[in-house]
């Protein structure tokens, strides 16, 4: 079932619900996605207790209310108020760290409250102070004073106003971060929850019974490159990945099709670059629905291959399996560059996979990286 709800459906949902179940859908699921550690320290009340205790926590708590307070209603003081400064994070770390019941990411309970952390900071100085994002699709867009006082108004409200579930308790700035994505209509990161049913169902269980072993290939992987014309749902260069993909795909060699991308293109564009290739494959080439997989959250080629590394993962192919990038010989070409590599270090902090031989100008094969598995609260800036 998608997460995401029109706002009649809401309002109907909200009506119709007792008193004590009159919450966000949207912004738990989004919450429980971006920060996991955080959203579960919400959940457990005793856990959250402990962690407001802990050593240092009671001062640095009373600090950022200060500091906020001292704002009087200059809501943009009060925005650079809730950013988390190094060593006040260093103090929510320990703190957090030291609780067992909470989730630990495959490194370590603190690296991912680090990840966090700087999901929430990135959020508030792109949403709300207007720093730039690292690409012009990402961010909240160009918008008007008065719009941008608008959401910053109703952002500050939001944080304060109780959500079953929140850590708000511990901090607003959780809880004001996701309010800026929702006003902004940036609740790309669950759009397409859970990953593993709707359109994905039939593949995913194709892949419970599937001898891996028949393949030379997990998957082909196909980029999305999105149309920058208003109303157009697959652009020229896509239409052509598709046509490379369906040729290559019948070799029979590859165990799926993994389609990759986001709604990105131009913005606001009401296509993701997954679902319009899906259907494309199933209604132009005859595809078999069970053998296409979508990975409908990618923005950027980096994420294109981290979040499709995932995805193998989540299916269970056997991640020692190579996979066959098949694309445009440009955006191939950028991918096998020293270029790519290094935006991977600076935008991800690890690379999603490793090229090991190019096979023409337009395949290359790939091995996914285990590190691709690890959820990235930067997901919601560049998800």
């Known amino acids: 079932m998608r997460v995401l709800l029109s706002a009649a459906a809401l309002a109907v949902t909200v009506l119709a619900a007792p008193?004590?179940?009159?919450?966000?859908?949207?912004?738990?699921?989004?919450?429980?996605?971006?920060?996991?550690?955080?959203d579960a320290a919400g959940h457990d009340p005793a856990a959250l207790d402990r962690i407001v205790r802990a050593p240092g926590m009671e001062r640095v708590l009373r600090t950022r209310r200060e500091r906020r307070a001292?704002?009087?209603?200059?809501?943009?003081?009060?925005?650079?108020?809730?950013?988390?400064?190094?060593?006040?994070?260093?103090?929510?770390?320990?703190?957090?760290?030291?609780?067992a019941r909470l989730p630990k990411a495959d490194d370590g309970r603190a690296a991912q409250l680090d990840r966090e952390i700087a999901g929430i900071n990135g959020i508030v100085r792109v949403y709300a102070l207007g720093a730039t994002p690292t690409t012009p699709i990402d961010?909240?867009?160009?918008?008007?004073?008065?719009?941008?006082?608008?959401?910053?108004?109703?952002?500050?409200?939001?944080?304060?106003t109780p959500r079953d579930g929140s850590a708000q308790r511990l901090d607003p700035s959780i809880d004001y971060a996701l309010a800026l994505l929702d006003t902004s209509?940036?609740?790309?990161?669950?759009?397409?929850?859970?990953?593993?049913g709707g359109a994905n169902?039939?593949?995913?269980?194709?892949?419970?019974?599937?001898?891996?072993?028949?393949?030379?290939?997990?998957?082909?992987?196909?980029?999305?490159?999105?149309?920058?014309?208003?109303?157009?749902?697959l652009s020229p260069f896509g239409k052509y990945h598709l046509r490379l993909a369906a040729r290559r795909f019948a070799q029979g060699d590859i165990a799926f099709l993994l389609v990759t991308g986001g709604r990105a293109h131009p913005r606001a564009t009401p296509f993701?670059?997954?679902?319009?290739?899906?259907?494309?494959?199933?209604?132009?080439?005859?595809?078999p629905a069970d053998a296409i997989i979508s990975e409908p959250y990618a923005r950027h080629t980096t994420t294109n291959l981290r979040n499709a590394s995932r995805?193998?993962?989540?299916?269970?192919?056997?991640?020692?399996?190579?996979t066959v990038i098949v694309c445009n010989p440009l955006q191939s070409g950028y991918i096998e560059s020293a270029r790519f590599t290094e935006r991977n270090a600076?935008?991800?902090?690890?690379?999603?996979?490793?090229?090991?031989?190019?096979?023409?100008?337009?395949?290359?094969?790939?091995?996914?990286?285990?590190?691709?598995?690890?959820?990235?609260?930067?997901?919601?800036?560049d998800p």
């Not at 009087?72 to 770390?93: F, K, N």
Request: glycine share 6%.
């Open 311 to 322: 995805l193998l993962a989540a299916m269970g192919a056997p991640m020692q399996m190579e």
């Open 201 to 233: 169902a039939a593949p995913m269980a194709r892949a419970k019974t599937l001898d891996w072993k028949r393949y030379r290939y997990s998957a082909m992987i196909v980029t999305g490159v999105g149309p920058e014309i208003e109303g157009e749902p």
């Open 139 to 160: 961010g909240p867009g160009p918008i008007a004073p008065k719009d941008l006082a608008a959401r910053l108004q109703a952002a500050d409200w939001l944080a304060e």
């Open 70 to 99: 001292a704002c009087g209603q200059d809501l943009a003081c009060r925005a650079q108020a809730l950013l988390w400064s190094e060593p006040e994070a260093a103090v929510l770390r320990s703190a957090v760290a030291a609780e």
């Open 346 to 381: 600076a935008e991800l902090g690890y690379q999603p996979g490793t090229v090991v031989r190019r096979v023409s100008p337009t395949e290359l094969v790939f091995r996914p990286s285990r590190a691709s598995e690890r959820v990235d609260p930067r997901d919601p800036l």
């Open 19 to 38: 008193a004590s179940a009159a919450d966000d859908a949207v912004i738990a699921a989004l919450s429980a996605r971006l920060f996991p550690t955080l």
């Open 185 to 196: 209509d940036r609740t790309d990161a669950i759009g397409h929850e859970p990953l593993t």
């Open 272 to 287: 993701t670059e997954a679902d319009e290739m899906r259907k494309a494959l199933i209604a132009r080439y005859g595809i």
